[in-house]
């Protein structure tokens, strides 16, 4: 066992910190401005630009197949670039990649959203939850009924991230409601390709955070036979497969967050003096940070799991429940202490600790709750599905 980066990894992850550091991290000031001017953080365009930078320097579609003109990093590579590029909160992905049910699509499907997805021309979106039905993904409501050579859409969904932009969606709805009644859920469900122009609305959703989801309205939306995603009646499948592909990602996205506060944190307490002495020296802040630094490479440990185990080929959903578990309790904890460090300062926005604090509440709520991790954790114990220290 060798628990130590490879070059090449060590490589990739310097790569990326520099590219944070030198294109990212210096228009914090400006995302701060703007979003507090109720704008988008970055202008249009400017994504686009840095991405274009992101790809001269090697990164481009990081976990999208080779033969797409991707990078394909591996999932122990994406666990390293998405801990570095999460250590600002300027709004920037890596341009070149697609959702990855989308990789479902027959050949025409993908010469008319995959590849054009992956190039930046169009804009997609996932929409599963509905008002009804958000952890309990089987109580779907949505309905879509066979006319001729089409499928008509009835119904609504909520929360769904980028809706609000998106050219098409991947929507999942009933088309057999027997088969949805007899199997609880688990078929008898269809996965629809929808082009916004097909008619479906989006508004949308305020939230604490700097961004907003979208809900969608299906009022008689029809839309052809061949823009069935996958197949009839096993959509289900593919809304898991596209819930549980980030889940791990949350526990990486909040190693890098809670790394880069906790030093804003040590920098400030050695600077930092009351009662004539830096904040530093007191066991009071000192254990906080103690804490912080533990809690932190227990994530790093539990998210790297969760990707080696991918990239084994081995299934990883139980290491990867347990990741976002984790992960996401401890980026809000080491947040919420960091910000205690700023004292005054820190409730300011003058700092962008508020923003992350907010930003992370959303970490133990979407791909899965908590309740919803214990859940499965608990349920893979017990019923003898996995055991402790399998994954060693
Ligand atoms: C910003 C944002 C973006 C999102 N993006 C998308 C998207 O792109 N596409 C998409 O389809 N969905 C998306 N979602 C939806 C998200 O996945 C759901 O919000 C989440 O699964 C929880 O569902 P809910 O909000 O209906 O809460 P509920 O399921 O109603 O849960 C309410 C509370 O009850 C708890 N609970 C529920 N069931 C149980 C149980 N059996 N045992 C114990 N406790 C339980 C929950 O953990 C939670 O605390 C997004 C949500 C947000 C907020």
């Known amino acids: 066992m060798e628990l130590r980066l490879t070059d090449e990894q060590k490589m990739v992850q310097q790569t990326i910190r520099r590219f944070v550091e030198k294109e990212l991290m210096p228009l914090e000031n400006d995302v701060l401005r703007n979003e507090r001017e109720g704008k988008p953080g970055l202008p249009p365009g400017k994504l686009k630009e840095l991405q274009l930078k992101a790809k001269e320097a090697g990164f481009w579609g990081i976990n999208t197949p080779e033969e797409y003109g991707g990078a394909d990093l591996g999932q122990m590579m994406m666990a390293l670039v998405y801990m570095e590029v999460s250590k600002t909160f300027v709004p920037f992905a890596f341009g070149g990649s697609a959702d990855n049910i989308l990789y479902y699509a027959n050949e025409e499907q993908k010469q008319k959203y995959l590849l054009p997805t992956i190039n930046g021309d169009k804009k997609s ?153 830096p904040i530093a020296e007191r066991q009071a802040i000192q254990w906080m940070i103690a804490d912080s630094a533990v809690e932190i490479e227990a994530a790093r440990w539990l998210v790297l799991n969760a990707a080696y185990t991918l990239d084994k080929g081995e299934d990883n959903r139980h290491l990867a429940s347990i990741a976002k578990l984790y992960g996401a309790n401890m980026g809000n904890r080491v947040i919420d202490r960091a910000l205690q460090i700023h004292g005054g300062m820190g409730y300011t926005r003058e700092l962008p600790l508020e923003r992350w604090y907010r930003e992370a509440r959303l970490w133990r709520i979407y791909d899965g709750t908590d309740e919803i991790q214990k859940l499965i954790i608990s349920r893979n114990l017990i019923k003898g599905h996995v055991k402790l220290g399998q994954y060693i």
Request: negative net charge; proline residues 2%.
């Open 125 to 277: 979106c996932f929409a599963m939850t509905e008002p009804g039905a958000g952890s309990d993904t089987q109580n779907i409501k949505m309905t879509a009924v066979k006319d001729g050579n089409e499928w008509v859409l009835n119904g609504e969904k909520t929360f769904i991230t980028g809706g609000n932009e998106a050219d098409f969606v991947m929507v999942i709805a009933i088309t057999d409601k027997e088969r949805h009644r007899a199997t609880r859920g688990r078929e008898g469900v269809t996965c629809f390709i929808a082009d916004r122009d097909m008619g479906w609305k989006s508004e949308y959703i305020h939230t604490m955070g700097e961004w907003g989801p979208a809900g969608l309205v299906f009022d008689n939306v029809r839309v052809p036979e061949e823009n069935i995603l996958g197949e009839l009646h096993k959509g289900y499948n593919l809304g898991l497969e596209w819930i549980g592909f980030a889940r791990w990602i949350v526990g990486a996205r909040a190693v890098g967050a809670a790394e880069r506060v906790m030093q804003m944190s040590i920098d400030y307490a050695k600077e930092r003096e009351t009662f004539g002495k």
